[in-house]
């Protein structure tokens, strides 16, 4: 009878969504809510965590040790100071300097021996990005990105590019350490012997250096000809730890140091690591014994320009790496305040229940 | 021929012509709502992005990273990013133009019957042509706008249903020129030819001028012959139209706007904070570059190895300012905009597949129609609504009636069913006659056109109130079956009776009243029916006792909203009627004054009546009105009732939908001039502010007439005061620009607040344009609101659902995936800043150049991503029941506060992060082994801290963990890990990417420090957003968070008490919340306090009169009556 109302049609249920877990939003879910009851469980775990995470990393790193001789102002053997050492006023001299260096404690272990530098930015961009990485892979002439220390300009029009280029290899430290250990019994100083092994990881330096290729009859020299050394270095970049007194050192691009340089440090005060002691030597194959050492310096990098401090670090290392307590501190500093924190939440919490069943 | 008329007028031939040819110059009636094609996409999508801020500059720092040397991150490191995410942009735009293509397809190629050759053929939509010759069934939507040439019923009538158009509820009348009305089959139309002249397309709906010249012979033709396209035919078997404007030249299409760019206030207010980023980075370079500068004089020359930056043009001071400028551009987020875009696509699908939101008599759900807005729904305070189509079914239903002091009929019954009435109807005492006599006035007194189809007796008219009451009265047995021009003939109690029609007194808004002399077994009555106002005034001597038991009843009726009238009766002696005629013949054929002598000379006749008795109609609501109304103002949701209908029927559906209750004071403005206006707003604002302190329910209603005054100048003010304090606002008799002229005030007056408008029709199209967030009552094909709208929903009921629970959950997820995006990229990046102090201010990054570009597209991608899918801040059925709750979420808005709050949490991580990085790999040697990191190991250790911290900060905010949520969380600081180690080989294979990452990796997982720094640094960071969070919900917990508590342990509310007694801001909270969620319960109470204001307007609406009818109608009442012979054959139309 009523003709005006919308005749109802079945049509199926060709739209019907599906009934799903996930197009309904119906997911099964964990509802968190940060109260403080809830908090409570939370804090103390974490706190009690921290605590006992802190107190063994504290003896983590008192288990390291670590000896450090600051060489900024060092004596020569004939009594003078240098300090204010420029290679413009020393030429090619290099000035070598001596510590007697005690060690309280037997250092056992693998032995680490660094150098390291305040207030020094290999961190400043210009001077981080200027070097080429193509180059160093043995590329010799690729020099992009190395302006202005790119090439060497010769009146007759030729550049000749320098090998390695840019800033970071122009400053590349080349101060030289050896150390002897004073023996009481005979009073002569034997060198302590030193590895180049693990300082650089094996497949970091495999990519990422590589003198240039050499034909059989090639010396490295050859492959470097027609390149020029930065304007800072001594010798050419073929040299380049030719002469060195410690085994396996490696030449030209290769060389340890050199690579240990190129890996710029992220911070103005910095650890590089120079060599590690060889435990292969039977006198040393715990490690160094406490006594007296004496170690010798090639002193010629310059800081004094720029009120920077050299340093020479001895380490034996446990799991934590080098000693140093901030991380331990920090976890207990932290590991304490979470248990006041959660101290205060109970009596908060206690001061609730209280109140719910004596309500005034 | 015309061709006097001016240029710009459409002429054209209808009929068979051999040539087409000067046709095809009219546009053609394929639509189309596509924003590109395939040569405008390109140009078009690139110029909407690059109005975006972010995007230019991002296209700047691409572009200026493309200087040599001056970039810290190399010089594609933006650009890859960014072209990444352009391309998921572009994809999501052909996504949605493909949707809205086939959508248009649909509407093309929905079937129309077309003349071709004398024969009708089935064609679609976009093949009509103007000039062509269409046929229309019924319940039909014209395809175009036609020239009403001929129709099955008499005289060329149709009646059109326009409730997509103006939102009235009376079918409209439009008549066919004689000249063409007599064309009732294909033979006939096929032999017409005309020369047809009219106006060029406008926009104008009620004015239209053509003229049509046949045979030599111009005729004039007006709106009364127009069938606009999106009108729909109703109880007329057929019509025969000419085509006169199609496609986008049609009157609706050129009403429809296109479609508006709507941005969210999310979207404005995340520009303003990326300006202030912007702001913040500006200031970071300069700051810098100044430091850089300092650092230079103080340290250069000295600085032996530097030296080179004495002279270098790269070390000067506009360089720095640019080099820090590209080094901090990631402040602003990247991914923001995309993370947003791909999180708003799948939050449109969680709309579009929520079964909750399914209809299955129409198998339709909510659609999506744009993903921007989702969050809106969540920030909803002002709802604008339709009313027909979208509050009602647009159906009434006959459903009681008062006769004597008897009440029959009750409201449970779907439609009127009482047995009683029969029954006493039959007993035969002065009761019974009064039943018959009512039963009689429901069948005789109205403008009705019965036709017998297939045996089936089908009522045609243009009040459905009428329609009601004559299929009331034919369900109890006086069935009125024919209707010739001097008589009816209604089947009383099984016999024929033949009443004689003497004369028709028209119904009008003004007389509120119809009235009809008939002649009844040779007795003359009056029948009146009409306002009970105006029948009271005109009831004879001592009909107190009547009228008191009436008005109870019609306060009864009332009170469930439903729209009654009065029945009175008059008997008249011959010597009376006689007298009265002829004045009343005169004041019909009077030119001057006509409405006034007609309303005079009837005044003479209607007085001294019976009251009979008063009838009840139901104006049918969608399903779960009321109660979706009640939880939406519990929402704190002021929901306002726009509509085309007459005040009356507004105030009726708004008692009805629970807008207003019985209790409720009405503040009715319906003044005609400026100065009424104005004094009677400044009067009701003043009220208002009683009330308020009264803690009184107040509503206002308002006529579109006032509203015109109440727009302009002054007024404006305080009708903005006003309608901003009422909890709800009726506002009736409003034309569709009206409409979407009150939501723009709306929104200017209420600048915060998100206003919502709902409806169904294309009446509503302005308005829903014209809103925040405009939503469409789907589910009928063709229905143009819910194509222009912004959401389309089945049902009305679904909105509670839409915005409750999707509007609250998107906007609280939209806001975290924002703040957590400014939250991550500042926490990584101003990690620059405290590096550059240790690097002398060159702007050296401390990351590796390409992690840092894929922070955002890679690592943490994929947490914000997360969090706005799968986040719920509260379970869906806990604020469906508590809808309070929506009004908290709001208060959790997008802040200043909040993005204070994240901000400094940023900063004081990556000050945590950074220098705890920093002590820790202070002498950059934290191996056993003797290995030492270099530049990266610092970088990328802490870069790992600020991953794993921000994967942890996701979670840590993420109100429910479900298992993507803690996959994508910890997967991404695994994605991070398994990058490092892929990323340490490429060196030196492809270019020479990665030659700083070479090897990386194995130095920095082979030192335990590494990994005991990263089990305590995040957690060191992050334990104290814990420790804060947890105190913060100890000490002033916001009423979700009670609610959240409240369900966790479901206890009772006293459990609330007990939580909130530790400070009186929450017990303010608490009282909001549990005041609310009682008041949703026990709204209503129907005490009945006559307020002391009480206007007579107000008191007017107590008795609940309404009554709609097509009052200047293409055909006058009376002559409708006259003209019909419903016993004629009618013809076929073929």
């Known amino acids: 009878m009523p003709d005006d109302i919308p005749k109802i049609r079945q049509r199926g249920k060709k739209n019907q969504p599906k009934d799903t877990a996930w197009k309904q939003q119906k997911l099964p879910a964990l509802r968190p809510h940060y109260n403080i009851a809830s908090a409570i469980p939370v804090t103390l775990v974490t706190g009690v965590a921290t605590l006992a995470m802190g107190i063994a990393l504290y003896f983590g790193h008192m288990g390291s040790l670590e000896q450090e001789v600051i060489y900024t102002n060092c004596t020569l053997q004939n009594g003078t100071q240098v300090t204010r050492i420029m290679r413009s006023e020393t030429g090619n001299q290099t000035f070598q300097c001596l510590y007697s260096v005690i060690l309280e404690d037997d250092f056992t272990g693998d032995v680490k021996f660094y150098y390291g530098l305040n207030k020094f930015y290999q961190n400043n961009r210009l001077y981080f990005n200027s070097r080429n990485d193509q180059q160093l892979r043995g590329k010799v002439t690729e020099i992009d990105g190395c302006d202005p220390l790119q090439y060497v300009d010769y009146k007759n029009g030729t550049k000749i590019p320098i090998a390695p280029c840019g800033y970071v290899a122009n400053s590349m430290f080349n101060d030289t350490f050896q150390l002897f250990y004073m023996n009481d019994t005979t009073g002569r100083g034997v060198r302590v012997p030193w590895t180049t092994r693990g300082v650089l990881g094996a497949t970091e330096m495999k990519r990422k250096f590589r003198n240039p290729v050499r034909a059989a009859n090639q010396t490295l020299c050859d492959v470097f000809q027609g390149t020029i050394q930065p304007p800072s270095w001594r010798y050419p970049i073929c040299q380049l730890g030719a002469n060195s007194t410690d085994a396996d050192v490696g030449v030209g691009f290769e060389n340890i140091d050199f690579m240990v340089w190129m890996k710029v440090a992220a911070l103005p005060n910095f650890r590089k690591v120079y060599r590690i002691l060889n435990r292969q030597v039977d006198m040393f194959s715990n490690g160094l014994p406490k006594g007296t050492y004496q170690l010798v310096i090639d002193y010629n990098y310059p800081v004094y320009m720029y009120d920077g401090d050299k340093s020479f670090i001895i380490a034996s290392e446990n799991w934590v790496g080098p000693r140093n307590l901030f991380l331990p501190v920090i976890y207990l500093v932290v590991g304490t305040f979470l248990l006041l924190v959660t101290i205060l939440f109970i009596l908060i919490w206690l001061k609730q229940r209280l109140s719910r069943v004596h309500p005034t | ?1134």
């Open chain 2, 1 to 1134: 021929m015309p061709t006097e008329a001016r240029d710009n007028n459409r002429h054209f031939h209808l009929g068979t012509v051999t040539d087409h040819h000067h046709q095809h110059r009219f546009c053609s009636n394929r639509i189309s709502t596509c924003k590109y094609n395939g040569f405008s996409f390109l140009p078009r999508f690139l110029y909407e992005q690059f109005r975006r801020y972010n995007n230019i500059f991002f296209l700047a720092i691409a572009l200026l990273q493309q200087i040599p040397d001056v970039s810290p991150t190399g010089r594609y490191t933006t650009a890859v990013p960014f072209l990444i995410i352009l391309s998921v942009s572009a994809l999501k735009e052909i996504f949605e133009d493909v949707k809205r293509r086939r959508s248009d397809n649909k509407v093309n190629a929905f079937s129309v019957e077309i003349l071709v050759d004398g024969q009708w053929v089935e064609k679609e939509w976009k093949d009509v042509k103007v000039g062509d010759f269409i046929r229309v069934d019924n319940d039909s939507l014209f395809p175009a706008d036609l020239l009403l040439l001929s129709s099955s019923e008499q005289q060329g009538m149709a009646y059109i249903e326009t409730s997509n158009l103006d939102g009235e509820t009376n079918l409209k009348i439009k008549q066919a020129l004689d000249v063409t009305a007599k064309m009732t089959s294909s033979d006939q139309l096929s032999n017409f030819q005309a020369e047809i002249t009219c106006e060029p397309p406008s926009r104008h709906v009620n004015e239209f001028n053509g003229n049509i010249e046949i045979n030599g012979v111009a005729r004039h033709f007006g709106i009364d012959q127009l069938l606009l396209r999106g009108a729909r035919l109703k109880n007329t078997a057929w019509v025969f139209g000419a085509v006169i404007y199609t496609g986008h030249d049609s009157k609706l299409l050129m009403n429809s706007k296109r479609a508006p760019l709507k941005s969210g206030t999310i979207d404005v207010q995340t520009n303003y904070r990326i300006i202030f980023l912007f702001f913040v980075l500006v200031a970071l370079a300069l700051i810098s570059a100044a430091g850089s500068e300092l650092w230079r004089s103080n340290n250069i020359p000295q600085a032996w190895y530097l030296s080179f930056l004495e002279h270098d043009p790269k070390g000067s001071f506009l360089w720095g300012v640019l080099t820090f400028f590209i080094l901090y551009n990631n402040l602003i987020p990247i991914s923001l905009q995309v993370t947003l875009e791909i999180v708003r696509f799948f939050q449109a699908i969680y709309i579009n597949n929520d079964i909750e939101m399914y209809v299955v008599n129409s198998d339709s759900c909510a659609i999506a129609r744009t993903s921007n807005l989702n969050e809106e729904l969540g920030q909803v305070k002002y709802i604008m609504s339709d009313k027909t189509g979208t509050l009602t079914r647009n159906v009434m239903k006959f459903k009681r009636v008062s006769i004597g002091s008897r009440n029959y009929g009750n409201n449970e019954d779907d439609e009127f069913g009482d047995p009683k009435l029969l029954e006493d109807a039959q007993a035969g005492d002065e009761h019974s006659e009064a039943i018959v006599e009512v039963l009689k006035m429901m069948a005789v007194c109205h403008t009705v056109v019965p036709e017998n189809k297939d045996g089936q007796l089908i009522y045609q008219s243009s009040s459905p109130d009428e329609a009601a009451l004559v299929r009331g009265a034919a369900s109890q047995k006086v069935t009125f079956h024919t209707r010739q021009p001097q008589k009816v003939i209604c089947d009383v109690f099984g016999e024929d009776e033949t009443i004689e029609i003497l004369d028709v007194i028209d119904f009008t808004s003004d007389r509120k009243r119809m009235s009809v002399v008939v002649r009844d077994k040779g007795e003359i009555k009056l029948y009146t029916k009409g306002a009970d106002t105006v029948i009271f005034e005109r009831l004879e001597q001592g009909s107190e006792q009547s009228v008191d038991y009436c008005t109870e009843h019609l306060e009864d009726y009332a009170s469930f909203g439903y729209r009654t009238l009065c029945f009175a009766v008059r008997k008249l002696s011959n010597e009376e009627y006689a007298q009265w005629a002829p004045e009343y013949k005169k004041a019909m054929l009077a030119i001057e004054n006509r409405a006034k002598l007609l309303a005079e000379s009837a005044e003479k006749l209607e007085r001294d009546m019976v009251l009979v008795g008063a009838t009840a109609i139901e104006d049918k609501l969608q399903e779960w009105v009321p109660e979706t109304i009640q939880a939406l103002m519990a929402a704190d949701i002021r929901v306002w009732m726009l509509t085309g209908d007459k005040r009356e029927t507004a105030i009726n559906i708004a008692h009805s939908c629970a807008l207003c209750h019985p209790n409720t004071e009405l503040l009715i403005v319906d003044k005609t001039t400026y100065e009424e206006t104005y004094q009677k707003l400044e009067q009701f604002a003043a009220r208002s502010l009683e009330l308020e302190r009264q803690e009184k329910e107040f509503a206002m209603v308002i006529d579109g007439k006032s509203l015109l005054h109440a727009l302009t100048g002054e007024a404006r003010k305080h009708f903005g005061d006003l309608a901003l304090r009422c909890h709800a606002v009726v506002c009736c008799r409003m034309s569709p620009m009206q409409k979407a002229e009150v939501v723009e005030m709306v929104r200017k007056l209420a600048k915060h607040h998100v206003v919502l408008a709902i409806g169904d029709g294309a009446n509503d199209v302005a308005m829903i344009q014209a809103a925040n967030v405009g939503v469409g009552i789907s589910g009928e094909e063709g229905l143009q609101a819910a194509s222009a709208s912004d959401y389309a929903i089945p049902r009305f009921h679904f909105l509670r659902r839409l915005l409750l629970v999707h509007g609250a959950w998107n906007h609280d997820r939209s806001v975290k995936v924002i703040l957590y995006s400014f939250y991550k990229n500042i926490c990584l990046y101003i990690i620059e800043l405290w590096f550059a102090i240790f690097s002398a201010w060159s702007g050296q990054t401390i990351f590796e150049r390409w992690t840092i570009g894929m922070f955002n597209v890679i690592f943490t991608a994929w947490p914000p991503v997360v969090l706005g899918l799968f986040d719920h801040p509260v379970p869906a059925e806990q604020i469906m029941k508590y809808p309070a709750l929506y009004a908290s979420f709001q208060n959790r808005a997008f802040s200043i506060g909040n993005f204070s709050l994240w901000i400094g949490m940023a900063i004081i991580h990556s000050l945590s992060l950074f220098f705890l990085t920093y002590a820790t790999m202070e002498h950059q040697v934290v191996w056993d082994n003797g290995l030492t990191g270099g530049w990266l190991m610092l970088g990328n250790c802490a870069y790992t801290f600020v991953v794993a911290t921000v994967c942890f900060k996701a979670l840590l905010e993420c109100d429910s963990w479900t298992w993507p949520v803690v996959v994508a969380c910890i997967g991404s600081i695994g994605l991070w890990i398994v990058f490092v180690i892929i990323y340490a080989l490429v060196f030196p294979h492809i270019g020479g990417i990665g030659a700083d990452m070479a090897g990386m990796a194995y130095i920095m997982m082979s030192s335990w420090t590494f990994w005991l720094a990263l089990l305590f640094i995040p957690l060191a960071t992050l334990m104290w957003d814990l420790v804060i969070k947890s105190l913060f919900t100890i000490a002033m917990p916001t009423p979700r968070e009670l609610a959240v508590m409240y369900n966790k342990r479901n206890t009772s509310f006293n459990g609330f008490e007990r939580l909130a007694s530790y400070s009186s801001n929450v017990l303010e909270n608490m009282r909001l919340l549990t005041s609310s969620l009682r008041g949703s319960t026990t709204a209503g109470s129907r005490s009945r306090t006559a307020s002391e204001a009480s206007l007579a307007l107000a008191e007017q609406t107590r008795y609940g009169y309404a009554f709609s009818q097509d009052e200047n109608a293409a055909v006058a009442q009376t002559e409708l009556i006259r003209n019909v012979d419903s016993t004629q054959e009618k013809p076929t139309g073929r």
